[in-house]
C-alpha cells in the first residue's frame, strides 16, 4: 500500500475493459507483453513520478497491472468505463479517492494513456519539469505536427463541401503549404494537469496549456488491429529509443 507525504506527482494510467475497436485491447500483446506493460514501465521509469495508479473498471486488467508495478486500489465504477465517458469524471473519481483514502492531494496529475505505447526515455520526468517551470499554466499536453494539415480539409453543409478552417473566399486550401499557418495535433502521449484545473476549472486543460512537441516518429495510437500491428513492425525494425517493459514482465 502506497504512502506519500507532502507535495508529489501521480501518474494516472486509465484502462478500462471494453473496447469496440479492438476487443480487450489493453492486454493485447505487444512485442511479447501486454500493451498496457509498455505506458506503465514509462510511469515507473520516471524520477519524478510518486505514484503509479491504474484506473480500471476491469479485474484482469487490475491484476496484470499490479503485476506490472502499478497501485491498483479500486476498481473504477461501471458508470465511468463506458464508450463513450470523457477523461475529467475518470480523474475527479481518482483524486477524490487519493483525497478520501490516502489524505493526500498531489502537486501534479500525469495523464498516461496506453493506446500511446512509444514513449522516448525522459519524456515524463522534461514534461513534468516543463509545466513545474510554468507557474502560470494550467496543464501540458504532447502535440506533433501533423502529416495533412487542416487548412486543406473540408466538412459538409447540406450536399456541399465547405472548408473546415477560413472562409471559402479566402482560398486556405488552394495555398501551398508553406504558405499556412504551423498547427498541431494532439498524441495521446502525455498531458500533465494541476489538480485545481480538474476540481476548480472542471477541465482536463484549463485554458492556458503548454505544448510539449513530440517527435512524429513516436505518434502512435493503438485502436485497431492494423495499428497494433504497425506498431509490431516498427518495434521490429528499432527505429525508435523508448522505455520498454522488463523482460522478466513478458506475457505468455
Known sequence: MFRVTGNG???????????KGLPRKNLRPLA??????????????AASVNVVLLSTDDEEIADVGRGLGAEVPFLRPAALARDDTPDLPVFEHALDWLERERGWVPELVVQLRPTSPFRPVGMVDEAVALLRARAGADSLRAVTSPSQTPYKMWRLEGRLLAPLLGSIEEEHFNAPRQRLPPVYWQTGHIDVVRPETIREQRSMTGRRVVP???????????????????????????TVTLVRPEPSRRCA
Do not use: C, K, M, N
Not at 511479447?32 to 521509469?45: E, N, S
Open 212 to 238: 510539449f512537441v513530440v517527435d512524429p516518429r513516436y505518434a502512435i495510437d493503438i485502436d485497431t488491429l492494423d495499428q497494433l500491428e504497425l506498431a509490431e513492425w516498427l518495434l521490429a525494425r528499432d
Open 32 to 45: 511479447g507483453h501486454p500493451l498496457l506493460a509498455w505506458t506503465i514501465a514509462a510511469a515507473r521509469a
Open 9 to 19: 506527482v501521480v501518474a494516472i494510467v486509465p484502462a478500462r475493459g471494453g473496447s
